[in-house]
């Protein structure tokens, strides 16, 4: 059951959204004691939980990094709280010291632990004098805090905070029984992005993810207040069920478009699509809620619990392919050391809690899907990496049940279109396609705080190809990032320069101008929309999807700064960006790539990189394929080719490219060896060799715009390559216009129509841009129609089918189906559908 928006929106800023959380009983101190000992129990678990040989790694983790804390406590030298932690100028160093404190307080509540930790007073009283001495040296002066990034003074410090506090409450009490309403007070005054001292859901800081946990925080802290406590954590889980509400991009609430919306997208920072960083976070937060809350008469889940069903189901699933979670969703992380794999951990711990709270069919999917994710992903999960030890519990049993069968929550073949957030997901078994895109609405890339320094082409059509059974950290993560050149993604048509990262500009990671009209600031609204995460200026991103097959296109643009250079400060850099109409066919054994209009109106030269994909140094690989006379050909070099093979001895892996209509292929691989730190300045200085293939064909400066057709084929054999000559799939139009595809064997047709005006192809005429996909089958067979906007803002698409009139056998609301003169005419009302696909099945 999903929360509908009507429902939230109706009740806001009255009384009626406070009904949906349950009011507990008068003076019923019973709840708020239950919701702090869930909160110990979530994060230290329980005698009985921790007794289990499975949590053994957890608990000698929890140790370790408790006992090094208070070592470098031992060590500290005259005004330092931790040695060598400098504090007073960094905000993430502060950070780190009241996360140390949470480390030490978090082993004397975990059972399990020595007892030289376990239960440990003089331990806790520590922990305490640490409180104090950074409240009044460091946290307690307003006057003097808030430096730097807002994020931590308004949730990361307040999340340490508040943990150790309830994991102390106890011991507080009793040794510095003002300690926590001054902490509150103080961690009240640090909401500046608020309103008096709480969330302002009409600040765009208190959003999505940020939301969920600034609202968490306050619960925690309205459990610890002697007043007053009960009125906070109703309104902190009054202002987080808004994070449930589905958004409406055509009815916004409070103008935010942060959050899950109906196709499975989730966006963060207004633009950015984040599924795998903040909306795992938001996961995470809101599951945890869930669980502190479970018992009290705060409690709530019966409700909530099938919508976060609906995220995993359709939101995170779709992205995970064999244990990984895709780059296309991972915004600035891309560039982070810790792998896709790690960043499942996450969610699978998620899922794990989320079960044991649905009932029925629901609870079995997903214990299903944890078991699948397990069983499919080529590195061992580890359970070890789960903030609590009764997750990794509820995990052991899970794994142990026999009557619960692996499954995912997906079918195998798959073609999802996230077009609120212009990602497209194309899955069959055997491999799984990914492709970013972005718009007008869509960030191009995330970068800030000198994370992904070369983003610029992220957003351009950038596509990963990930092939079963391999270890992605072999393909993809940040070696991927690291050693094949920004200018050179997989997929992407990029002018042939020189780009200087933010830093490089600006001599800091971001460009700071208070004084000018746009007010450039670390965290302005300028900064987000010219540095941070631009976003593109065409309209046209999108595409539609006909059962399990799909079409999607782009029309390429510059971004943002590009656009309004003219408005922007004199030492502000701006970029220009080529231009390409491009368009992805995705079928079964191929994904079709057409791509016209490929060049630059400034004159540079251009590069189309059809693939690139990287292997260890030492990897057996080789380079095969034929020329367009059919002759062999063994590369590396450049040649007219028909097709070209990519395989991996080593890695049982290989692929191949068949061009339809594209000029000379330069193909190689190259041994490239560069620092992690060339894609984020926090990474270590460590080098990385990867043997990188390029597969790319150039564009002379100066010349005419060209276009290029070619096919992806994943686990090619060359047999399957040499079929291509005279196989089923023909391009039918590769135009600015209109690019369209047939494929016989399919009974399968597919366009994108980019232009106003008329357009015909394959017995198929489109009035104006649209997505369309039609399948025939037989002669007199059944014929299914799929239809989108791309544009999001045309009210109406209208098609004719060619050929014998059509009746409709079935149709989605906004779909009509009459006869014409020379077919069958579709009409279908697109208004405010968002890029949604509208289908219809027709017969004779």
């Known amino acids: 059951m999903e929360i509908t928006r009507r429902r939230l929106l109706s009740a806001l800023s009255a009384a009626g959204l406070l009904a949906v959380v349950p009011l507990p009983a008068v003076g019923a101190a019973g709840d708020t004691a239950r919701l702090l000992a869930n909160t110990v129990a979530v994060f ?38 931790f040695a060598g932690l400098v504090l007073g100028t960094d905000e993430a160093s502060l950070n780190t010291a009241y996360r140390r404190l949470y480390e030490i307080a978090l082993a004397t509540r975990t059972p399990g632990i020595p007892a030289d930790l376990y239960g440990a007073a003089a331990v806790q009283r520590r922990v305490i004098d640490g409180l104090v001495w950074l409240y009044e040296r460091y946290y307690g002066d307003q006057s003097k805090g808030y430096y730097g990034n807002w994020f931590h003074w308004e949730i990361g410090i307040s999340q340490h905070i508040s943990r150790t506090l309830v994991l102390l409450a106890d011991r507080i009490g009793a040794q510095r029984p003002e300690l926590t309403a001054t902490y509150i007070a103080a961690m009240d005054a640090y909401l500046r992005n608020g309103k008096n001292g709480d969330v302002d859901l009409d600040s765009r800081f208190h959003t999505g993810a940020n939301l969920a946990d600034i609202t968490t925080n306050r619960i925690l802290q309205g459990a610890l207040m002697a007043d007053g406590g009960d009125a906070r954590i109703r309104k902190a889980l009054t202002d987080q069920l808004t994070v449930f509400v589905t958004v409406d991009p055509y009815h916004l609430n409070h103008g935010v478009t942060d959050g899950h919306y109906a196709d499975g997208s989730f966006i963060q920072h207004g633009s950015v699509a984040y599924t795998g960083s903040y909306g795992k976070g938001l996961l995470t937060r809101v599951v945890q809620t869930l669980k502190i809350l479970e018992g009290t008469g705060f409690a709530h889940g019966d409700e909530l619990v099938p919508t976060v069903h609906g995220w995993v189901r359709d939101g995170f699933a779709p992205l995970i392919f064999e244990g990984w979670m895709m780059e296309i969703v991972k915004g600035r992380a891309v560039s982070r050391t810790d792998s896709g794999y790690t960043d499942v951990v996450v969610v699978v711990e998620a899922v794990v809690d989320l079960s044991s709270l649905a009932t029925g069919a629901a609870a079995t999917a997903l214990k299903s899907y944890v078991k699948h994710i397990r069983a499919t992903s080529p590195t061992a999960l580890d359970p070890a990496r789960f903030v609590s030890p009764l997750s990794i519990v509820r995990y052991a049993d899970i794994i142990g049940d026999t009557t619960v069968p692996p499954a995912d929550l997906n079918p195998a073949a798959r073609s999802v279109a996230f077009n609120a957030m212009d990602k497209t997901v194309h899955r069959r078994p055997g491999y799984a396609f990914a492709l970013a895109r972005s718009s007008d609405r869509i960030s191009k890339y995330e970068y800030m705080n000198g994370e992904n320094l070369m983003p610029w082409f992220q957003g351009d059509g950038a596509h990963y190809l990930y092939l079963s059974g391999q270890d992605q950290t072999r393909a993809y993560g940040v070696d991927y990032f690291t050693t094949v050149s920004p200018y050179g993604l997989a997929g992407v048509t990029a002018p042939v320069e020189q780009r200087r990262t933010v830093p490089e500009l600006y001599g800091k990671p971001y460009y700071d101008n208070p004084d000018h009209p746009l007010h450039f600031t670390s965290s302005s609204e300028s900064q987000n929309t010219y540095v941070y995460f631009p976003r593109g200026t065409n309209g046209w991103s999108g595409g539609a999807v006909l059962g399990a097959y799909g079409a999607a296109g782009l029309v390429q643009s510059s971004d943002a700064a590009y656009r309004d250079r003219e408005i922007l400060p004199d030492d502000f850099v701006v970029y220009r960006g080529a231009t390409a109409t491009k368009s992805w066919f995705l079928l079964d054994d191929e994904i079709v790539v057409l791509a016209a209009d490929v060049g630059d109106p400034a004159g540079r030269a251009v590069t189309t990189t059809v693939d690139a994909r990287i292997a260890a140094p030492d990897d057996r690989t080789s380079l095969t394929g034929a020329l367009l006379d059919g002759s062999p050909w063994t590369g590396p070099g450049t040649a007219p080719l028909r097709w070209l093979r990519y395989a991996n ?196």
């Open 44 to 81: 230290a678990g329980t005698a009985e939980s921790n007794a289990r040989p499975e949590t053994a790694a957890k608990l000698a983790a929890v140790e370790k990094t408790a006992r090094a804390g208070l070592q470098a406590m031992d060590d500290a030298g005259e005004g330092e709280l």
């Open 649 to 844: 001895a080593t890695r049982g892996t290989a692929v191949g490219y068949v061009f339809l209509d594209t000029p000379q292929v330069r193909a190689a691989v190259d041994r490239v060896t560069r620092s992690r730190r060339v894609v984020r300045t926090a990474n270590p200085d460590t080098a990385v060799t990867r043997a990188v293939l390029g597969v790319t064909v150039d564009h002379t400066a100066g010349a005419k715009a060209a276009r290029l057709a070619y096919a992806l084929v994943p686990n090619a054999t060359e047999g399957q390559l040499r079929s291509h000559r005279n196989g089923p799939l023909k391009v039918l139009a590769n135009t600015a216009r209109l690019q369209a595809v047939a494929h016989t064997g399919l009974g399968l047709s597919a366009a994108n129509t980019f232009t106003r005006g008329r357009h015909e192809t394959a017995g198929l005429r489109v009035e104006g841009p649209a997505s369309v996909i039609v399948r025939r089958r037989g002669p007199r067979g059944t014929t299914t129609v799929a239809v989108s906007d791309p544009t999001m803002d045309r009210d109406t698409v209208t098609l004719l089918l060619r050929g014998r009139t059509l009746r409709a056998v079935s149709a989605d609301p906004g779909v009509r189906v009459t006869p014409a003169h020379g077919g069958t005419r579709i009409e279908v009302d697109t208004h405010h559908a968002y890029g949604r696909s509208f289908a219809a099945t027709l017969r004779e």
